[in-house]
């Protein structure tokens, strides 16, 4: 795996890049659209390939791992063969998941023991065999197994947590040394900064990661409720250290303007269940701002969903159609709007690269920011 | 409108032909996808017209009445506008849900009362405001006002029931008449043949519905729970007396073998919404056989969902992964299940008309019987 650094605006650290894997190029910046169960909720994959153009996409461990199960996955040549994705995949470690199951998961040095969120059936997680697990699905990118620690998070709980990470990550680096791709390709394992909002725990977790001299490095545990502010600028301190010539990946950020604002400190890879997610629930995301297409304003708009997307679905329907599929709950409404998103998520990703290449990013950024978060109500 | 009577089958009453409509030609015998609500459920506009290659669609008249109601539609320029489908539409009357409604709507000399489903609120269907409706949906075949009568059913209530549909025809007509389409192309009325399974009844009106020389007919009342003998029966009856020139549109039917029978009874419209509900529901229509795509059979089975479909899904997709798809609850599995479906329906009409073009449909029936309604069980 090679990551070729092409350009740094000269106005910020914002970079250009060119991930390349065994299942393609990755233009960097690049938004990852997020395929929980193997596929993105309510998009084809002729449309991400097509129409959304995502060069890579997401799968997610844990769910991965209790359906279908490895055997499954095994069975059918990796996950690119049993979901037909033939780009590149990137897959999460399910620490983030587990983690979220408050109630029916223990964490211990070994490892977190945790009850399925379907039958209550009992699991465990371990750095070795999360990273076996991935082996498994065959993802390009691994993400090593990690505690994403709540905010907020007392400092000892912050420290003690960060130091486990760390050394989690040399399990699973070990494990990951001593194991071999199961389909011919290679894979990377990616590590992942944690330390909360705590500067010093930050600096340390990122100077840990980062002597790990992996392909690239990733940073967990922002975007769990810290105020923005906070969020880019535990970001940037990270980026300042992990090392120039790797990609740096966000993980589960954000909104738009987060993801411009990110960019700005120097992240190069991102990906969020928010497109697909507010899209079911008729948040739709544009250039001029953002709308919500449930609302009754929009029952006799016949203009174009969005006159300036770049996917078939902006022209093809109406605003008042693709409202009136959400408001007598028809499926093709949350197709509409889960597509339309991704779609606008990568097109600005490519425009935001475009910009960086050029070295006019920053006063791009500057106009964009207050037309993103704009509330467009009619 | 205009009906191109193409060939006749030598072996049984199957035609082939063309409906000449202001939004396009119909080739005969059609599949039509249903649109209850503007949108074929879980299914693009592209895909219908791309990848289902469906030459026209369904809209229901009682759902767009109460949802989004006829002043938005009007305001849209008419449902092609509004749905963004710009092939031809044919909307049913509402005749067919508002009789469903049992408990909450009146039949008299008038009309039907009804209360909305959604919300309670009453309403009344008249014929004459049935075809006002349909005017301003810009339906390019508008369906006469009926009552479609359960099965089984006393020879009394269908007597009657039939005579007041008669009624109503002249209504419809008499209103049909004296309107005019609201945005420059031409409408279509169909009126509907109804006497439950009494030969009798049928004979009566079907010869009645002939009288009115329209540019096409349509048979209700069948697949409502009768013997498919007796619906075949039926249908042949009435196609013996409707005349020959125009087009035979035998209502909600039906499965893949419904549809090849009538058609040999001499068919040639149909419209169910077996391909898309059943679909949601995992049954996956093929030509060799009926697939339950959620039974574990197909957990580990990474074979194409369909190695003789014609749409993108059959080859893009595995059994394993679209089971796996329905066992998660994912949105994408009932998309790919009503594309499928909706594709191979389509398929199968072309294949037929071609048999029926090259003289060659009864052997072909005959062959193909059997195979469409094996159960396929891994």
């Known amino acids: 795996m090679e990551f070729k650094l092409l350009a740094n605006d000269p106005g910020s650290k914002a970079r250009a890049g060119e991930l390349h894997t065994a299942h393609g190029v990755v233009p960097t910046p690049i938004f990852m659209p997020v395929g929980t169960l193997g596929g993105v909720k309510a998009v084809h994959m002729r449309e991400l390939r097509e129409d959304v153009k995502a060069s890579i996409i997401l799968g997610n461990t844990y769910h991965l791992y ?19 994705w033939s780009g590149p995949i990137l897959t999460d470690s399910g620490g983030f998941q587990v983690h979220s199951l408050n109630e029916i998961r223990k964490i211990t040095e070994e490892g977190v023991k945790f009850q399925s969120h379907i039958d209550g059936s009992r699991h465990l997680f371990t750095p070795e065999n999360v990273v076996d697990i991935q082996r498994s699905i065959g993802a390009d990118i691994i993400m090593a197994f990690d505690e994403c620690t709540p905010w907020p998070c007392e400092l000892k709980y912050a420290t003690d947590s960060m130091h486990r990470t760390h050394r989690w990550l040399d399990r699973c680096l070990h494990r990951f040394n001593a194991t071999d791709p199961k389909y011919g390709h290679e894979q990377a394992l990616f590590p992942i900064v944690q330390g909360s909002t705590f500067p010093e725990l930050r600096k ?3 100077e840990y990661v980062a002597a790990k001299h992996t392909h690239g490095n990733a940073i967990g545990g922002l975007s769990v409720g810290e105020p923005e502010e906070e969020m880019y600028a535990m970001a940037g301190l990270c980026c300042d250290i992990l090392p120039k010539d790797r990609p740096r990946y966000l993980m589960g950020v954000g909104t738009p303007w987060n993801l411009l604002e990110n960019m700005a400190v120097g992240i190069d890879m991102f990906d ?21 297409i449930k609302n009754k304003v929009w029952a006799d708009d016949h203009s174009p969903l969005d006159p ?14 693709v409202r009136h599929l959400f408001v007598t709950n028809e499926i093709l409404g949350l197709q509409i709007a889960s597509l339309h998103n991704l779609a606008f998520y990568v097109s600005l990703m490519t425009e935001a ?5 050029e070295g006019t990013f920053s006063s791009w950024k500057a106009r964009m920011l207050p037309k993103l978060k704009n509330r467009i109500t009619g």
Chains 1, 2 share one sequence.
């Not at 209790?66 to 037909?84: M, S, Y």
């Not at 300036?308 to 159609?321: C, E, H, L, M, Q």
Request: charged share 20%; proline share 3%; aromatic share 8%.
């Open 66 to 84: 209790l359906r279908p199960g490895t055997e499954v996955i095994e069975h059918a040549g990796g996950l690119h063969k049993f979901n037909g």
């Open 204 to 206: 340390a977790s990122a």
């Open 272 to 292: 969020c269940v928010m497109p697909t997610r507010n899209g079911r629930n008729g948040m739709l995301f544009t250039r001029e701002g953002v709308v919500q």
């Open 308 to 321: 300036n997307g770049t996917s078939f679905v902006d022209s093809a329907y109406s605003k008042a159609f």
């Open 353 to 357: 690269r475009q910009h960086i290449l």
